[in-house]
Structures are given as structure tokens and as C-alpha cells.
């Protein structure tokens, strides 16, 4: 069964740094998704992507983030000069359809980000 | 703006017992709603989804009716297993793309 993928499962940075976090979406899926989830915190949106550009942010998804699919397969979000408030887990997304009723998202594993 | 409230964790329960999980939303206009699952060390996988007011989405044993005039979608299973021990989230989606999630809540079922 397909699935989405992200590397690496667990990414530790010191504060200020620049890290990249990668997904592979399911290959005939079109849109892509970012969330994140704070210890303890609910699941958060972040950004959406389709047709090579974002379709959709979040108040949370400021300049200090960044997406793209550098090639046909990879998805990856750059987060610049990383805060201590950065650190979460990271989940990729994708789906066939972006804004139909009852589209399904199909999630990774997640990426956990330490911030020291 | 739109928002999702689940009952606290941790919920634990003896196998074969019966399980609801209480979500209720807050949306100004109609959401498709969604329960999620995550397994220890996995992704979240969409367990069942209602989009319109009075459909039951159901799964694996699992149920919840989408109920506009309580503004809730419960998750139910008339018996559960070890199996089902996870992390449950509720969610909606109503314009654009965003899921909008609970903050999930945290099943443990002993044999």
C-alpha cells in the first residue's frame, strides 16, 4: 500500500540554525501538506501546495518558513533560523484533491524537531 | 474561527468495554468531519468521515453520526481491543484545504 514517507524520523538543531525536513508524497497525489504538533498541543496547520506554489497558509507559516518540491518526488520544509518554540513534530500530508467534500489526507510518520 | 474540542485523556478501559470519545465543533458553516487514528510510532490514518448532517461515518467497529443540531461527532465502538490502544483525533474541514484538529485523545484498553 503506498504511503507517505519523511526523513529523518528524529532531527536535533541548535537554536538559530537552518534545517529541512523531507517528505515523499504518494506519487499520483497533487496536493501536499505541512503540520505540526507542539508536545501536548493540538495538531496544527501549517501550509498547503499544489501546481508548485502554496494554495494555503496558516497565520503560523511566516517568513521564517519555506516549502518545495525540489524534483518529481521530494516535498521539504525549510524552516530558517530555528527558535526554541520550533521544536514539534512534524507531519507531512498529501491527497489526490485539495477541496472536495470528503478528500482523504494521507499522513507520515512525522519528524520529531529538537530545538536546543 | 473554526475549532474542534475533545474529551481530555487518558482514557483507559478493560477489553470488550465500551468506548465514546466526545467531539464537538465550531464552524459557521458545514464541515466535513473526521476521526483519525494514530498507532505508536505511525502516521495518522483516517479511520471514518461523515460531510454532511446526519450521516454515520463507520470503520474497523467504529462509528460516529455527524450531528449538526449538537454541533458533536462521538466516536463510538461497542468493544474494544488492545489492538485499538492508540491516539484518536478528531477533525473538520470546512473551506479550503486545512484540517482543523482536536488536541486528540489517548485510548489504553487492557486485556
Known amino acids: 500500500e503506498p504511503e507517505v514517507t519523511q526523513t529523518p524520523s528524529h532531527q536535533v538543531t541548535q537554536m538559530g540554525q537552518e534545517v529541512i525536513l523531507r517528505c515523499v508524497p504518494i506519487?499520483?497525489?497533487?496536493?501536499f501538506y505541512w503540520y505540526r504538533q507542539i508536545l501536548g498541543q493540538k495538531v496544527e496547520f501549517l501550509v498547503s501546495f499544489y501546481n508548485n506554489e502554496i494554495s494555503e497558509k496558516s497565520e503560523i507559516f511566516d517568513d521564517q518558513f519555506s516549502v518545495e518540491r525540489p524534483d518529481g518526488s521530494n516535498f521539504t520544509l525549510k524552516i530558517r533560523s530555528t527558535k526554541l518554540e520550533d521544536s514539534a513534530m512534524y507531519f507531512c500530508?498529501?491527497?489526490?484533491?485539495?477541496?472536495?467534500?470528503?478528500?482523504?489526507?494521507?499522513f507520515g510518520p512525522g519528524t520529531r524537531l529538537t530545538v536546543l | 474561527g473554526d475549532s474542534v474540542t475533545q474529551m481530555e485523556g487518558p482514557v483507559t478501559l478493560s477489553e470488550e468495554a465500551f468506548l465514546t470519545i466526545n467531539c464537538t465543533y465550531t464552524a459557521t458553516g458545514y464541515p466535513s468531519l473526521f476521526w483519525y487514528v494514530q498507532y505508536p510510532g505511525e502516521g495518522l490514518q483516517l479511520l471514518l468521515k461523515?460531510?454532511?448532517?446526519?450521516d454515520k461515518g463507520s470503520n474497523k467497529g467504529f462509528e460516529a453520526t455527524y450531528r449538526k443540531e449538537t454541533t458533536s461527532f462521538h466516536l463510538e465502538k461497542g468493544s474494544v481491543q488492545v489492538s485499538d490502544s492508540a491516539v484518536y483525533f478528531c477533525?473538520?474541514?470546512?473551506?479550503?484545504?486545512?484540517?482543523?484538529f482536536g488536541k486528540g485523545t489517548t485510548l489504553s484498553v487492557s486485556s
Open positions: 477533525a473538520l474541514r470546512e473551506a479550503g484545504t486545512a484540517l482543523i
Open positions: 506519487s499520483n497525489h497533487l496536493y
Open positions: 461523515a460531510t454532511k448532517a446526519d
Open positions: 500530508a498529501s491527497s489526490e484533491e485539495g477541496t472536495s467534500g470528503g478528500f482523504e489526507q494521507f
